[in-house]
């Protein structure tokens, strides 16, 4: 049972590349989240879904794309990345509401 | 709107010493509240979950909460720190069975001197 799986673990971007960031969970959720985690801030909420082709914008939603095309599988986009957008990216899945969130072991994204 | 509140980012206790780490949250509705921890480069994981029923909540590791609704807060403690506790910790809350987000606070990281 591999759980929640993202790759790459991490990568180097130039200013203005496009990137995805895979994300897949072999555990049958419905919920999927991405998150960034940036140093003293804790993890934002980028987009979530609650189901296949049902998506929504969290907290910090600007620069970024998602899609959800099956259960298993939610892969973040960046289009024309910035320096703003280094940190490290987490993706988590949960059966439902009120239920726990299971985390990937993250993605370190560097913008230069 | 959530949010949360984390005193302190930072923690250094000496091993055997109590660990006290502060959490305060704001909520429109009765909330579900988590601790998460996080060990360097890896993702985070649930040490426990308060979720409406017994106020004090006992989860990994021998950690544990308790919930005062009157202080809105859910401090985590240990009664004596081991070294393999060196991590990062995270507070979060959702807003009850509706809620099907997080909101994290800043994080904790703890420091435990031999």
């Known amino acids: 049972n591999a759980g929640v799986t993202q790759t790459p673990k991490f990568r180097i971007l130039k200013i203005g590349q496009s990137m995805t960031l895979q994300c897949a969970q072999d555990?049958?959720?419905?919920?999927m989240y991405w998150y960034r985690q940036d140093p003293g801030m804790g993890l934002k909420l980028i987009y979530y879904?609650?189901?296949?082709?049902?998506?929504d914008k969290g907290e910090v939603p600007n620069g970024y794309n998602v899609s959800r095309s099956t259960t298993e599988d939610f892969p973040l986009r960046l289009e024309l990345a910035a320096p703003s957008q280094t940190s490290v990216y987490f993706c988590?899945?949960?059966?439902?509401?009120?239920?726990?969130?299971?985390f990937g072991a993250g993605s370190r994204l560097t913008v230069l | 709107a959530q949010s949360v509140t984390q005193l302190g980012s930072h923690v250094s206790v000496s091993e055997g010493a109590l660990v006290l780490l502060r959490c305060n949250y704001s909520?429109?509705?009765?909330?579900?509240l988590f601790w998460y921890v996080q060990y360097p480069n890896q993702g985070l994981q649930l040490l426990l979950k308060?979720?409406?029923?017994?106020?004090l909540v006992k989860g990994i590791n021998g950690f544990e909460a308790e919930f005062k609704k009157s202080e809105t807060s859910f401090h985590l403690t240990k009664p004596s720190a081991h070294m393999s506790d060196a991590a990062e910790y995270f507070c979060?809350?959702?807003?009850?069975?509706?809620?099907?987000?997080?909101?994290f606070g800043g994080g904790t990281r703890v420091l435990v001197k031999p």
């Open positions: 555990m049958n959720h419905n919920y």
């Open positions: 879904s609650v189901g296949a082709g049902i998506t």
């Open positions: 909520s429109s509705v009765p909330p579900y």
């Open positions: 988590a899945s949960s059966a439902g509401l009120g239920n726990v969130l299971t």
């Open positions: 308060y979720t409406s029923a017994a106020t």
């Open positions: 979060a809350v959702s807003e009850g069975v509706a809620g099907n987000k997080l909101t």
